[in-house]
């Protein structure tokens, strides 16, 4: 007799698919509550991103202004630039002219006559110039203004505006970091449900086909053929699983998308999902197939003695 | 050949089913245990198949100690070891064809092996006309003889039978006996474990007489079966 590895796997996979059919009640029952775990997971994974969009958002937001007096000169202003362009904590720094910023100025009020009328009656510009530096990271910034408080120029300059949005920052991660850590628990918990319906299927599964399984001991079936079957069944369960949860979550993210973009302008969730989909399909895959391999494994460990 | 030195076996920590058994058969040997129920005629068949693990003692089956089996290698001496019981244990869902193929797929044969090897053993046992029939559509004596074909398949050097003919009338206990012989007539070691002293006498060559998880008798040559 020969031994064909082909033949083998072919055997093997077809009998974890036979058992996986021909329970099919069971099988959507099993199938269900894994699906509902990948699931959860997927918003976890939705969650994890917007939370950290909001927070390099709120990042980005987070600069030192420098207002420099009526009297510094361009050039000394791009000089006190350039040193700042030189320090490694700076990202960059934004160069704004007195006309920049009264043009700004109008701009952001051009709804206001009062202020409209207040600033045609000045002679001169009463705005600054100011430089606006943002840091490579935020925890920065006090560093980089003691070290603008450093410079030659430090007596052209006015005033310098640290905007602390630290705080902000914390909270959003704080909130954040809540949801997660609980999101993450009810995903475990679900996970351990399903591990333990999954468990079961595959229990009920050696249980029926007890008669099968003493046959092939007598007859000196490797345990291969005899314990396989069963882990593509489990597996089975997670590829299933994670394709229906697939199917929901992209309508869902689909619809959700425009939504969440108005509260956080500039992120699209579908974009995000949409751009990384093979990733994120094989990751599901690679979640569902875990748990159904892990249970079906704790299921023949305890009910198959080969 | 096997080997068995010292051998004990204890149930649960209470029963003792088997009390210093020491024995050897040589191959191509015909051998009938016999003895009442519970004289641990069937433990002794589990030992063989390393279903279970001696208490005590030591197995050899050709030159083999089971005790040293991993788990992967226990396959491979089932391989060489045919079995037949009293409840055929065949798969009611499956033709004739399809009990001895299951076999054979079990360990890994491919389709080319199966399509030639079972029919040459239905054709063996004598049903090559009932291939397509479930065992449900065959009488007693057909569906043992279809578990024969099944222990067969890897052209075992043993047989092990624990009480093949318990479930069949007179004509179907003789054809399954015939079977046997002729089995071992092609140099297949028997090991046959039965309470029928009608079928003993008939065979007439080696037998093990066992109580109360003792060998009492081994008539060598010609045995009868005595109590």
Redesign the interface.
């Known amino acids: 007799m020969h031994y064909h590895l082909k033949e083998t796997l072919k055997r093997i996979f077809n009998t974890g698919w036979l058992n996986f059919v021909r329970n099919s009640y069971v099988s959507f029952g099993t199938t269900g509550v894994m699906t509902l775990v990948l699931l959860l997971f997927a918003g976890l994974m939705s969650l994890n991103f917007l939370s950290t969009k909001v927070v390099e958002g709120l990042q980005d937001k987070v600069d030192v202004s420098a207002y420099f007096k009526s009297s510094a000169s361009e050039e000394e202003v791009a000089s006190v630039k350039i040193d700042l362009e030189k320090n490694q904590l700076v990202k960059n720094v934004l160069y704004i002219s007195k006309d920049q910023a009264l043009a700004d100025f109008k701009k952001r009020h051009a709804g206001d006559p009062l202020i409209q009328e207040s600033l045609a009656e000045l002679d001169e510009n009463p705005l600054q110039a100011s430089l606006n530096i943002k840091a490579n990271n935020p925890d920065t910034y006090a560093e980089i203004v003691k070290f603008l408080e450093a410079n030659k120029f430090r007596s052209l300059i006015d005033k310098i505006n640290y905007y602390e949005n630290e705080a902000v920052i914390k909270r959003v991660e704080g909130i954040s970091g809540g949801i997660k850590t609980w999101g993450l628990i009810a995903t475990l918990l679900l996970a351990l449900i399903a591990i333990l319906v999954t468990f079961n299927t595959i229990r009920l599964t050696i249980f029926n086909q007890k008669q099968e399984i003493e046959i092939m001991r007598l007859v000196g079936g490797s345990n291969w053929h005899v314990k396989a079957p069963y882990l593509v069944e489990g597996a089975i369960y997670g590829v299933f699983a994670a394709v229906i949860a697939g199917a929901l979550f992209y309508p869902i993210a689909y619809f959700l998308s425009p939504k969440i973009s108005i509260l956080i302008p500039g992120v699209s969730l579908i974009g995000y999902f949409g751009s990384n989909f093979f990733s994120f399909i094989f990751l599901l895959l690679l979640v569902g197939v875990l748990i159904g391999v892990a249970s079906s494994y704790i299921a023949i460990r305890k009910f198959l003695k080969v | 050949m096997i080997k068995i030195h010292h051998t004990s076996f204890i149930y649960d920590d209470e029963f003792e089913a088997l009390r210093d058994i020491n024995l050897e058969i040589k191959h191509g040997e015909f051998v009938s245990l016999v003895g009442p129920s519970g004289s641990g005629k069937s433990t002794l068949l589990k030992l063989l198949?390393r279903e279970v693990l001696p208490t005590d003692g030591e197995i050899l089956i050709d030159g083999i100690d089971l005790g040293e089996l991993s788990?992967?290698d226990?396959?491979?001496?089932?391989?060489k070891?045919g079995?037949v019981y009293q409840d055929f244990?065949l798969?009611s869902a499956k033709n004739a064809f399809e009990n001895v193929a299951?076999?054979?797929?079990?360990?890994?044969?491919?389709?080319?092996?199966v399509d030639r090897?079972v029919p040459k053993l239905l054709n063996i046992v004598g049903l090559s006309d009932k291939a397509n029939n479930f065992p449900h559509q065959m009488s007693g004596g057909e569906r043992q003889r279809l578990a024969i074909a099944?222990?067969l398949?890897?052209r075992p050097r043993i047989i092990l039978a624990d009480e093949p003919t318990g479930n069949l009338d007179q004509v179907n206990t003789y054809d399954v006996v015939k079977l046997l012989l002729k089995i071992n007539e092609l140099g297949t070691t028997i090991i046959l474990a039965t309470h029928n002293r009608d079928v003993v006498n008939a065979i007439g060559r080696r037998v093990i007489s066992m109580e109360n998880g003792r060998i009492v008798r081994d008539q060598i040559e010609q045995g009868k079966y005595i109590i």
């Not at chain 2, 226990?74 to 391989?79: F, G, N, Q």
């Not at chain 2, 299951?102 to 092996?113: I, Q, W």
């Open positions: 198949t788990a992967r226990i396959p491979h001496l089932r391989r070891i079995t244990k798969l299951f076999a054979m797929e079990v360990c890994g044969a491919d389709k080319e092996d090897d099944r222990a398949i890897h």
